[in-house]
């Protein structure tokens, strides 16, 4: 999370949008996007210009002729708030909207629609020099903003606007390791956080596949999915993937979970925190969904999506609330059961319950899997997640103890975790196990507590001690009698 002078400045420019009118804190995120997205263009321009003067190459910009004047650099400096708002409203706002003017990209699809609501000359000249005080240089940095932003909606905790903590999205991107040659989905999406994850992760990882022709189209173009059904978050995952280098990811406006939904085998990694605690009608629900576990309940049938739309060796590791692990009803069984013992399972990471304050306070877990359709798992790894670097209260502040680098560590080494006992803080549990306790894959069930064994002191000192106490009381009491009698 944002800290500090950071935090303060984002919360000053909040507070200007809301006693300029804008209340509702959807649109103040969305609009605050805009904003911040239009500087990001001009700062990604500026960037690539020096590059193009420094290797002694033509750089094509997308700001041509007059749209020169639509950088954030040019219009922040004009004469006055009216003629920048002028500039802003009528020139800018139509520019960005007509970015990836092909009209099939993610891009002009969900911008078709976008709306600039900022009032007034005043309210913009303060709003744009607000941000233009921000220092967003590292990505990590943008990532907490856009956190701290999503902590501002009230209902955060129950309509699923909220994001997933940046550290825990690295987490689980560094332990399935996205390939070159991956299509990667997030059925549900929000503002595609563990897409650019994903995108960040091959960057770093797989710096040669950008110089691959083949490679390169399918990262601009086939490598990236994700659906969502709020058209805001849409719009803002769009401008963060362009933003991120990825010039046509595939967005949709989609129910992931309906008939709307043909996809079957398509993907080879699954990304995903869907919603918890959702439950729908059958009829609402896919019918090849129901036929894998019959539930209203989302959690269950978003595992379900994933093994349908995966291909055979397709990787996912998703969050599941804890109940998903231990639930007791047929159709908790049936999933669990599906994933062990048609699949193979290969971890799952228990997180503490403060991993998603302040929006919610529910338990978590990671499960990891590959789609087989025939079975494979002979043994699970069990963590147990004490601390994830941040404070388990509503702060999340920065602290020393953290699992997470020693998670990756063993999950990449996992033939040192053969011998370890369950009283560690990972350890494996053979499926024959697993399928014996009604498939239950709560870490608790298998982990072995020491208990040290506390000697007490003979019945009989005891007591005596006891008689001494006693005997003492009886005498101060009568020593207080005689007292109150003079």
Not at 119 to 128: C, E, G, R, S
Not at 289 to 316: D, H, P, S, Y
Request: aromatic residues 10%; charged residues 30%; contains cysteine.
């Amino acid at each position: 999370m944002i800290t500090g002078e950071l935090k303060n400045k984002v919360d000053r420019i909040w507070e200007t949008f809301w006693t300029g009118g804008i209340t509702n804190p959807l649109d103040v995120i969305e609009q605050f996007t805009y904003l911040l997205f239009i500087k990001q263009l001009d700062d990604v321009e500026t960037t690539k210009e020096s590059e193009a003067n420094f290797l002694g190459v033509e750089y094509e910009t997308m700001f041509p002729g007059e749209c020169q004047k639509y950088r954030w650099s040019q219009f922040k400096n004009l004469g006055s708030a009216e003629e920048m708002y002028d500039v802003v409203l009528n020139g800018v706002f139509p520019f960005i909207k007509t970015l990836h003017q092909d009209g099939d990209s993610a891009y002009a699809r969900y911008m078709g629609d976008a709306i600039f609501k900022i009032p007034t000359p005043a309210m913009l000249t303060k709003i744009v020099d607000g941000i233009d005080q921000l220092e967003l240089g590292e990505e990590d940095t943008k990532g907490d903003l856009y956190e701290h932003l999503l902590s501002k909606v009230a209902t955060a905790g129950t309509n699923g606007q909220f994001r997933t903590p940046r550290h825990i999205i690295k987490l689980m991107v560094e332990l399935v390791r996205p390939e070159p040659n991956d299509t990667i989905i997030d059925p549900a999406m929000g503002s595609a956080g563990f897409l650019i994850g994903a995108e960040e992760y091959l960057r770093a990882h797989h710096e040669e596949m950008f110089f691959d022709a083949r490679y390169l189209e399918h990262f601009h173009n086939t490598m990236f999915f994700g659906n969502d059904m709020d058209r805001t978050m849409l719009r803002i995952g769009a401008m963060n993937m362009l933003l991120h280098g990825v010039d046509n990811p595939n967005i949709s406006y989609r129910d992931s979970l309906s008939e709307q939904n043909k996809d079957v085998e398509k993907y080879t990694l699954v990304l995903a925190n869907p919603p918890f605690k959702g439950n729908l009608d059958y009829e609402a629900v896919s019918a090849d969904l129901l036929k894998v576990t019959k539930t209203k309940k989302t959690e269950l049938l978003f595992l379900a999506l994933f093994l349908r739309i995966l291909k055979k060796g397709g990787r996912a590791a998703v969050i599941v609330p804890d109940g998903v692990l231990f639930g007791s009803s047929k159709a908790h069984k049936q999933i669990r059961k599906e994933i062990l013992e048609n699949n193979k399972l290969h971890a799952v990471i228990s997180m503490p319950s403060g991993v998603f304050k302040p929006y919610a306070g529910v338990s978590t877990a990671i499960l990891i899997f590959t789609k087989t359709g025939n079975g494979g798992t002979d043994q699970v790894w069990f963590y147990d997640m004490k601390a994830d670097g941040r404070s388990l209260d509503d702060k999340r502040q920065d602290i020393d103890e953290n699992d997470i680098p020693d998670i990756i560590e063993r999950y990449n080494n996992l033939e040192k975790e053969k011998d370890r006992a369950r009283t560690e803080q990972s350890f494996f549990v053979e499926l024959e196990e697993i399928v014996n306790n009604d498939y239950d894959l709560s870490i608790n069930k298998y982990k072995e507590i020491v208990y040290e064994a506390v000697e007490y002191p003979p019945t009989e000192e005891i007591l005596g001690e006891i008689e001494e106490i006693e005997s003492n009381i009886q005498k101060e009491l009568a020593e207080l009698k005689n007292l109150l009698k003079k």
